[in-house]
Each structure stands twice: as C-alpha cells, then as structure tokens.
C-alpha cells in the first residue's frame, strides 16, 4: 500500500489510486474539469496541476494522470503549481462568455468555482472570442456550445462509458466541436446525465430552465420509484413545484447516473389537473366527512354480508408504510387478502423471485459493474430497467462477457452474444445450458436433488441452439463471478426458478455465481412478501361479479389503465354496494368512486422502498405539500389572500388514509414494527440508528420453495405449442418511454416515446405475408387492434412484441394467435 504525502499531511492508499484522489481522502480538493471519478482521467483540461517534490516524479504534473507511489511528497499550494493553474484558468476564459446571469449553470458552475478560486478577475485578452452555432438536441437538454472548455467529459462519458455514437467531438484545436452531426434528438436514454456531467452550461437541464438558482431551491434526497431498481435521486423544488431531479450518488445501486425515465418522470406531482380535494360522488366535499361517511358505509357492508365481503386492490410502487397498513386492516378485519398484482402470473413471479433470491446469490446493480460474464435470461435492460443496461456495459468494457436469450433482440449499448429463444421455449432453453454446464460433472459428488435436476436436463431433446449454449456454459464454468439476470416481465414463473437453480447449482461445483432479478415496479418486492400470490385483481373481479364481494378498498391503483377490459370492468363496478377510492392521480376511477381520498406522492411524505435485490431505503418528504405557487397565481403573483391554509393541502399519506378509513389511530411506528417483524430487520426501523444511506438489504424468507423441482413436462408442452402449425405468440413488452404509469404522464418524455406497433422477425413476416410498414390488425380481446409492422432483426421467429404504450395496455402478457386472426388491412 503506497504512503505519501500531500501537503504535509500522511495517507495510505489503495495501488491504482490517483492523487488527485487521495488528495480528496484528505480533504483536499485539487481543482479539476475533465477528472469524474466515473470516466476516469485523461489530462485534457491542466488545472489539476501540483509540485511533486519528492518520488519518482518531481516538478509541476498533473495530478490525474499520476498514480499515488510510496515516498511521493507533494505540495497543491506551490507558488509554482498556484501559478500554472492561473494562467490555465485565464486560458480556459478566454473565449467563455460572460454570460453567468442568464446561464442555468451559474450558482453551481464548476469554472466559477475555478475561476475564483484560481484569483482569475481580469480579462487581459482583447481580441474577438470564438463562437459556436447551438444545435438543438430534443426535449431535455439546451445546447449553448459557445461555453464549452474542452474538458471532453460528455463525449467521454456519452461514447465510452454510456456507449452510444450520435454524439461526439468533431474538429480540432481550438475549433473543436461537441456535439452532433447535424441537430436531432438525442439517442441515448441516459443522455439527461450530461447536464450533471458538464462542468460548465454547455448541456443544460431544459424543462427546468430559466426556473431558480441552486440555492433558490429546496434540494432533497429522494428515491426513483420509475422501476425497481430503487436509484438515489436529489430533489429541487421551489414554491411547492418539483422543478429537477439529478442523480445522486450510491455507491450500491446507480453511482454517479440515471436514466432520463427517472430524471424526468416526475411531472405527474405537479400535474394541474392533480385531483387535491375529496369528493363523495364525484362532488367536493370535506376530507374528515368523507373518512366519517365511508368509515360507516363500510361497517354497515361488512355487518350486513361479513367481512370477507371487502377486498382491497394495493400498490406496486406505493410506500412499505402503504402496503403494511392496507395487509394489516385486511388481516385485522378480516377483509380479502390484498391485491397488488393486476396479472395472475405476475404475483407468482414476484413470489417466486423473492423467495429464491438467497443471501448468497445477491448481488447489488453496482455489482455487477464487476462480473466477468453476464447470462441475461428474458430480459430487456434499456426498456424494463434502463440503468441495468448502464451497469451491465461497464462490466463489458472491463473485459467481461455478455450473452442475451430472449424473445425480442434487445438493444443495447454494448457487445452482446444473443440467442433469439421464444418465451415458452426460454424454460427448455435453460435446462440445455444445465445439461451442458453437468457435461463433465460427476452427479454423484452433488446434492440428491441437485443431481436429481441434472439427470431430468440431460433428457431434454437436442435443440438448435445447443452450439451457442456450450459455448456460454464453457464461460460460466471459467468465470470468476458470474451473474445470472432473469427479467419477470415476459417469462413464466418456471423460467424465475430456473435461473435461480442455475446459480446454486454453480455454487454447488465451486463458482461464486450471483443472482439478479428485475421486478415490476419499485417496490414490487415488499408488495410480493406482504401480499398473496393467489391475490390479483383477476380474482377480485371475479369475486364482485359472484356478489361475493360488496364493497372494494382501491388504493394508488389505475384499474382502468392496467386492466385492459373496460367493459367488464365497468360492469364489475357497477355491482358493488361501495367503492373508496385512495390515489394522487387524476384517474377516471376517482369520479366513479363513492368516496374519493386524495393522497400524497413520495415527494411531499416520502417513505420505506425496497428495490429488486431487496434493498431497504429511505426517502425523506422533499416539498411541503399543496398546489404549486406557479398554478394559484396563474404565473403572476399569488393571491392576496391570507390565512393559515395552504392552497390544494388537503391529501394525506395513502397509510394514513387508510388507517382513518378503518377507525384505527394512524400512527406509523406500529406499521414500522410489522415490516421489521416481516423483513427480519429487528430494530431497523424503531432502533435509534436510521437506514444507511446506501440502504440496507433485508432478510430474506425462507418460504418452502424447493430448489431444483421442475417440470418438464410443461415446458416441453409450451415448447410444442408454438410448433404447431399457425400459432403465433403475442407478447405485451415495456418500452424506456411511454409504458411506465408515471412516466409517461411526463410531457418531456411524451415527446420521446415512439408510436405503438408492433415487431416481428423477417421470418415471421414473411409467413404471414408482412412487409415493413404494413398495417394489420391482431384479433385479440377485448377489442382488435391495428397497427403497423417493424420488422426486428434477430426476434424469435413465431413471436409478435406489442409495446404496452396507451391505449394498448394489457393486463395478459402473452396471446397465442392462429394465422387467421392476424390480418393485413389492405391499402385504399
């Protein structure tokens, strides 16, 4: 471990670190522009410069660009080294413009602070300064190229660590140019990043622009709930409006980035038409009479046909606090256990996947930064959880391997190996790689049941990817850390199971193979422990259409956007004595409802969320609450009216609607003692020490789910199916923007998601008599839809993808189609 000494000051530090970076160990920050921890170092801007006086190196050299050695003695305050980063700093301004009051950046401007602090206050340079032509680069960012230092941070970050090509650096010397070939829309999801990553404003934040300094706002630490990967965000609001959001750092989960779904879904909090007032019929009225009211109507209905004459329909991405207080009164009254999951079979993947996902398989998102090969099992990283994507390529550039098997020929940002395996034959897919994995395994030295698994997979027919899966099983068997990923928006239960027995068996033969699941929404994983895997909203319709239930608890739930069936669903609601509606969303539900409770978002009460990998964090409330100042004074000044109210502060947390709802005291601290006994977290919550701030993994349940228990003989019928003759599978996918409920509610993402169609490999259009561009109609219920064909090189043959964008959303996940009910719509 190398010793040195910087400014007099002694450190230790790790072989490999910079000394810009222990410097930073030590409190010292050494200026810098075009060092970020993420990209590494490149020596482009000088200003980093220090003395060495005494190591192998000696003189002014760049601190970046050195790596700590022992002996090293340092000095940042040399006159020598304060001098050289002077005249850098005056270099650098010599063509920026003095332009700080009207700049987005200006309060948080990395070459203020250096310019300052450099002693740089006379332009000494007389001559013309340079100027660049702007471009325009979509929805979210504004280009201002004129500011640009040449730090080669957004082309670093954009082409080498995102990977995407449409933007770059173009020119040379002092005509150097970042930017793109000509003006368009950014291609890259995460592209958002580089507002955080330029430390000047040549990128800045466009929907928020022009709103209010750094130190205008109210910055908060917070949560993304737009997937369930739980990233860290910080939160600017100003006069009760959310105005941005910026990554914020967890060395656990996102490191220094997100993606733009997360950056710049959250518009829906400061939506006019945010429903703020209870309503009884669809009618104002005030809050504590409506909790009186229906607190009665629901006594009355439960006295009357019994208790189970009540179900409740709950959130995914709701708070922990939400989910335990909607399973405590179910269980408390005797209600239908609760319904998170609109699908049958997602409740079931969820289950499963939180019951398999063992201590020892666990790996977090930054983990997986450090796989040498990556096994993505129906999975679509850019469109389900784009951040994984982003992980997933950094472990590519160090020289690890990826391999996809998936129905739908994924995009990503990084060289992938991948097999196009339709959804039913994923399960037969898995099995072939077991079999191969157990060439040369003697079966005898694994557990009974182990082998028992091995024997049922070397059974398994002969199929036409078995060259691609030697290959990928010889690369997990060399591996040093393998990770498996498993989607759980297309597959089946069995395909979850699978992957988790895949990674025990490796355990069992000596590789510390690792698990990572992707989930339906940001707290998908507390919804699945809290709830019942036999409880979905299928099975609650059906109940209130055999009048077994009178009455329906929906809290934080769209039915009508995650329900494709408006028509039984209406008829459904039509039957009920009661319907309590609790949501901050202006939903069509709310004006049905009998009684409508407005609730509040993770912004103005935050909350407990437990990401994918069972993750616990905290989110602290980030605004006051009430109607932003920039909708009650119409953009002029507010009113003139004073008193002790704030305008639209009615709604309340959805917990402790709930709670009052039931007649029960809303505290929170009982909630708190139920997840910690759920979660196996004793004291966590309660306990005088808080939830770390990269968050804390939960204890997982030990549930009954055997290992290594399949059958096969379903698989190999879901196999067939698709074999006979005129069987097409449509499958419902999620998109980056558009399919995601809050998201999409963002008008800056709106103008980014791309229009619904649907996609299918050459083969499969030129079976059905397709060409790209063609409209056809797919005859699906609960009504026929029309769209037009893209043809998606490299999908599985037989499988038709539909993204789930509006008004297309669909609760089932897969159709199985004949030939006859996809028709091509001729032309007029």
């Avoid at 006295?303 to 335990?324: I, K």
């Avoid at 998606?792 to 006859?820: D, K, S, Y």
Wanted: proline share 7%; glycine share 8%.
């Amino acid at each position: 471990m190398p010793n040195l000494i910087i400014d007099d000051l002694p450190i230790e530090v790790e072989p490999g670190t910079k000394v810009i970076e222990a410097a930073e160990r030590l409190g010292i920050i050494i200026p810098r522009f075009c060092f970020h921890p993420a990209l590494g170092s490149v020596g482009a801007c000088r200003v980093c410069a220090v003395k060495f006086l005494q190591g192998p190196f000696e003189g002014v050299q760049m601190s970046c660009m050195i790596d700590a050695l022992d002996g090293m003695v340092i000095s940042t305050t040399d006159a020598q080294a304060v001098d050289f980063r002077r005249h850098v700093i005056e270099w650098l301004m010599l063509n920026h413009p003095h332009d700080c009051p009207v700049c987005d950046e200006g309060g948080h401007c990395l070459l203020q602070d250096m310019t300052v602090a450099g002693g740089h206050c006379i332009r000494r340079y007389k001559g013309s300064k340079r100027t660049h032509h702007d471009q325009y680069l979509g929805p979210l960012l504004q280009h201002e190229m004129n500011r640009c230092i040449q730090c080669y941070r957004c082309s670093r970050y954009y082409q080498g660590f995102a990977g995407y090509k449409d933007l770059g650096v173009m020119r040379s010397a002092a005509q150097v140019y970042f930017g793109r070939q000509d003006d368009g829309v950014l291609q890259n999801p995460f592209s958002g990043n580089l507002a955080d990553i330029c430390p000047t404003g040549v990128y800045t934040d466009k929907p928020s622009r022009f709103k209010g300094r750094r130190w205008d706002f109210e910055r908060t630490p917070s949560i993304c709930i737009n997937c369930s990967l739980g990233c860290n965000v910080t939160v600017s609001a100003r006069h009760r409006e959310v105005v941005r959001q910026e990554a914020r750092f967890n060395d656990k989960i996102n490191g220094h980035f997100i993606c733009d779904r997360g950056r710049y879904g959250f518009a829906y909090v400061n939506a006019a038409d945010r429903p703020r007032r209870a309503m009884v019929g669809g009618r104002p009225a005030d809050i504590d009479d409506v909790l009186l009211e229906a607190r009665s109507r629901l006594a009355r209905t439960m006295a009357e046909f019994g208790p189970q004459s009540v179900a409740a329909v709950g959130p995914l991405r709701g708070s922990l606090e939400t989910q335990a207080a909607l399973a405590q009164l179910s269980e408390a009254a005797g209600w239908h256990s609760p319904a998170f999951y609109v699908d049958p079979k997602a409740a079931e993947i969820a289950a499963m996947a939180t019951a398999r996902l063992e201590d020892k398989f666990t790996v977090s998102l930054r983990g997986i930064e450090g796989a040498d090969v990556i096994l993505a099992v129906g999975s679509d990283p850019v469109n389900e959880a784009p951040m994984l994507a982003l992980a997933m390529r950094q472990a590519v550039r160090r020289g690890g391997h990826a391999a996809v098997i998936d129905s739908r020929s994924p995009t990503l940002p990084f060289e992938h190996e991948y097999l196009p395996v339709a959804v039913f034959e994923l399960d037969v897919a898995v099995g072939r790689l077991v079999n191969f994995l157990c060439e040369d395994v003697d079966t005898q030295q694994l557990p009974a049941h182990a082998a028992a698994f091995v024997d049922e997979c070397r059974k398994l027919p002969d199929g036409r990817f078995d060259v691609y899966l030697q290959a990928i099983a010889r690369r997990l068997l060399a591996a040093r850390q393998p990770v498996v990923v498993c989607g759980s928006d297309i597959v089946e239960p069995a395909t979850v199971a699978l992957c988790a027995d895949v990674v025990l068996l490796l355990h069992h033969m000596g590789i510390d193979g690792k698990l990572f699941y992707t989930l339906k929404s940001a707290n998908a994983f507390g919804a699945a422990r809290l709830g019942s895997p036999a409880a979905n909203v299928a099975s609650v319709l059906r109940s209130v259409e055999r009048g077994t239930v009178k009455a329906l608890v929906v809290v934080e739930k769209d039915l009508h956007s995650e329900f494709p069936d408006h028509e039984r669903l209406k008829q459904a609601l039509a039957q009920l004595d009661l319907l309590v509606v609790i949501h901050y969303l202006d939903i069509s539900l709310a004006s049905r409802a009998d009684y409508f409770l407005p609730a509040t978002t993770i912004y103005e009460t935050g909350g407990l969320y437990l990401n994918q990998e069972g993750r616990l964090q905290t989110a602290p409330a980030a605004v006051a609450g009430g109607r932003p100042i920039q909708q009650t004074g119409g953009g002029a000044h507010p009113p003139r009216q004073y008193n002790r109210g704030i305008p639209g502060d009615t709604p309340q947390e959805a917990w402790r609607l709930l709670l009052q709802l039931c007649g029960e005291q809303p505290a929170r601290e009982p909630l708190l003692h139920r997840l910690e006994d759920t979660f196996a977290t004793p004291g966590a919550l309660t306990g005088a020490s808080p939830v770390p701030p990269e968050g804390m993994r939960v204890g997982h349940a030990v549930n009954g789910v055997a290992p290594f228990h399949h059958d096969w003989q379903a698989a190999l019928a879901r196999h067939e199916q698709l074999s006979r003759d005129g069987q097409m599978l449509l499958v419902t996918v999620a998109q980056t923007f558009g399919t995601e409920p809050l998201s999409c509610r963002s008008p800056w993402l709106e103008a980014l998601t791309p229009p619904a169609t649907v996609r299918m490999a050459l083969e499969t259009a030129t079976q059905l008599q397709l060409a790209a561009g063609d409209q056809v109609v797919l005859d699906i219920k609960p009504q026929p839809l029309t769209l037009p064909v893209v043809i998606e090189i490299g999908m599985a043959a037989n499988v038709l993808a539909l993204p789930r964008v509006a008004p297309h959303r669909m609760a089932r996940r897969h159709f199985l189609l004949t030939r006859n009910r996809i028709k091509k719509v001729d032309a007029p």
